[in-house]
Nanobody, 114 residues
Framework: QVQLVESGGGLVQAGGSLRLSCTAS????????MAWYRQAPGKQREFVAA???????GHADSVKGRFTISRDNAKNLVDLQMNSLRPEDTGVYYC????????WGQGTQVTVSS
């Protein structure tokens, strides 16, 4: 059974930092591309960042230079380091395993106050 568990969300002031983590089980993690998405209230879920099994990364234009995705295959972990946070970064952040039909975590809330 595939399970993705996110952690690290919270409330932070604008300009602050948070580090999100996603722990995966039930998949061959080292062979899987992983991604982070987010959904703000009243908006559709949007892509934030992705990392391939080989470590290549991609980030949405809105977070480039501020967010960094990384992975630790030994720990089945994918992280999202978020710096210089803005109020518009507020939302529920979801971990995604890009295998088969795709798998999602339950999400973790990030709230950035102005």
């Amino acid at each position: 059974q595939v399970q993705l568990v996110e952690s690290g969300g919270g409330l932070v002031q604008a300009g602050g930092s948070l580090r999100l983590s996603c722990t995966a089980s039930g998949i061959i993690f080292r062979g899987s591309s992983m991604a982070w998405y987010r959904q703000a209230p009243g908006k559709q879920r949007e892509f934030v960042a992705a990392i391939t099994s080989g470590g290549s990364t991609g980030h949405a234009d809105s977070v480039k230079g501020r967010f960094t995705i990384s992975r630790d295959n030994a720990k089945n972990l994918v992280d999202l380091q978020m710096n210089s946070l803005r109020p518009e970064d507020t939302g529920v952040y979801y971990c995604n395993a890009r295998i088969g039909a795709g798998y999602w975590g339950q999400g973790t809330q990030v709230t950035v106050s102005s």
